[in-house]
């Protein structure tokens, strides 16, 4: 049987071509807002399918399925955190919850694609990384179906979420190892990092006085993940840190990190920041005074909503306009 590029779930098993080719469902419209639930963008031997939830403007889509227009939208690929062992594609902080935050994004002007990943406790590194460059990499195989512009992909993620989108987005235009070479490559235009760690093996000496985490304990989430304690694994802890790959000509790159954070250390985005300063990347490294993890203690975190929608306005050709649907502030 001849292997053909897939423009879905990425598997050259014969079994998995259906899922490859499978049209989306119809959209539920809320609203303003078409959802298409449990998408199935990867499929893996040996694991359950990887699926990501759709949200687009509800006037982008015609009632029989599939755009309604020519136009093209700014994407976002939204990458939940959880310490690499749990959340969910659907599970959100407190604070964007309450700000209604795919929502907002759509009514912003972008398309989201928020996905789930394969956990610590399914799969080690980098199967994380290579589902999140599968998602990027189906959304701009199917950009046609679902509206969006390839030039304007952007990968978001917070905490654990925040260093596979920074992973996947420093390395989106290089092949992967790991990957089967006849894949396309999964460039993105723009990267925000909320709390994201980068060199797991410097996370103890950067922590704070009452941090909440050994992160050299053979049980720590960096060390399951990687499958061996940190200090042990130094070549892993190498792959597994975005800072390794920065080269020139990454994507535009916001971080947020709060400086008390307990969990993931400041020191974590200094470190990715410097490297990518280094290369001449476009970096906007902005530290949140008094705030801990997940920006615990800031009075209005929602703000930094805000912040990253103007900012991918700014650096994705597609992103510019004011908001599509009405206000998103």
């Known amino acids: 049987m001849q292997r053909r590029t897939p423009s879905g779930p990425e598997s050259s098993e014969p079994w ?7 049209p989306l469902k119809l959209p539920t419209i809320v609203d303003d807002v078409a959802v298409i639930q449990e ?4 499929s893996r031997v040996g694991y359950r399918p990887l699926t990501l939830d759709l949200y687009a403007p509800a006037d982008a889509w015609d009632p029989v399925g ?10 976002v690929v939204w990458i939940h955190g959880g310490a690499f062992r749990l959340g969910s594609k659907s599970l959100l902080p407190t604070f964007l919850e309450e700000a209604d935050f795919f929502r907002r994004l759509v009514r912003a002007g972008f398309v989201v694609a ?11 590194w980098p199967a994380q990384l290579l589902d999140v460059r599968a998602a990027i990499r189906w959304l701009r195989g199917r950009a046609d179906e679902v509206g969006v512009s390839t030039q304007a992909i952007a990968v978001w993620g917070e905490s654990a979420g925040a260093h596979l989108a920074a992973s996947a987005g420093i390395r989106g235009d290089r092949t992967h190892p790991d990957e089967e070479p006849y894949l396309p490559l999964p460039s993105v235009a723009a990267i925000v990092d909320w709390y994201g760690p980068s060199n797991f093996a410097l996370m103890d000496t950067q922590a704070t006085v009452d941090a ?5 304990a053979p049980d720590s989430p960096e060390s399951v993940l990687l ?16 800072a390794t ?3 020139s000509g990454c994507p535009p790159i916001l971080i947020r990190h709060g400086v008390r954070d307990r969990l993931v250390p400041f020191g974590q985005s200094l470190h990715l ?6 290369a001449g990347a476009d970096v906007r490294l902005r530290p949140v005074e008094g705030a801990d993890h997940v920006f615990e203690g800031h009075p209005r975190p929602v703000a930094f909503v805000d912040e990253a929608i103007d900012f991918l306005r700014e650096v994705m050709p597609s992103a510019s306009s004011r908001s599509i649907l009405g206000t998103s502030r």
């Open 39 to 42: 998408v199935v963008y990867a």
């Open 16 to 22: 998995a071509e259906p899922l490859a080719d499978a």
């Open 212 to 216: 909440l985490q050994v992160h050299d």
């Open 227 to 242: 499958g061996a304690p940190v200090q042990q694994a130094p070549e892993l802890v190498a792959d597994a840190d975005p």
């Open 114 to 124: 928020a996905i789930d990943y394969r956990l610590s406790s399914e799969a080690r």
């Open 273 to 278: 920041a410097s490297a990518l300063e280094r």
């Open 245 to 247: 790959h920065v080269a």
């Open 66 to 75: 599939g755009p309604a227009s020519e136009r093209r939208y700014p994407a």
